[in-house]
């Protein structure tokens, strides 16, 4: 077959910094980068966000989480994104640590990859030492809401 082209945006520059996520006023800063580079008419097709964007109060990386401290309006942030037709890349980790707000509900609900022959640690409910988890690629575990 033939090679397919990827989209057009993807083949632009793509913005990612930590020190943006990491630093405390997270959104503020993400907004001002964005502004900026259209007052210096940098052609920004996408940002990746790094994980500060989802730390918690002690630093810890939670996916699928927003620090509402950082980042208090995340719709608003993407909304600026998508009106100067930038595409934020969320980081994401292919891990859950055991201290995530969600981790009982999916260990629970049987989403982490298990031990082969045995049933998971995380399963049975007992954290397991490494302190994280990892998410399997199956359609339960992509389909997961907390809502």
Not at 8 to 21: D, H, P, Q
Not at 72 to 81: H, N, Q, S, V
Not at 105 to 126: N, Q
């Amino acid at each position: 077959g033939e090679t397919l082209l990827p989209p057009r945006w993807s083949l632009g520059y793509s913005g990612s910094t930590m020190a943006f996520t990491d630093a405390p006023d997270a959104q503020r800063q993400l907004e001002a980068f964005l502004a900026e580079c259209a007052a210096r008419q940098v052609p920004l097709s996408s940002f990746q966000l790094s994980s500060g964007y989802s730390s918690s109060a002690a630093g810890r990386r939670h996916v699928f989480t927003w620090n509402s401290g950082k980042v208090p309006d995340p719709d608003r942030l993407a909304a600026a994104y998508a009106a100067a037709g930038v595409r934020l890349a969320a980081n994401i980790k292919p891990c859950l640590l055991v201290d995530h707000p969600e981790y009982a509900a999916c260990a629970a609900a049987a989403l982490f990859v298990g031990a082969s022959g045995a049933a998971s640690a995380a399963a049975a409910g007992a954290p397991p030492s490494s302190g994280a988890v990892f998410w399997p690629s199956t359609p339960s575990a992509a389909a997961y809401s907390p809502e």
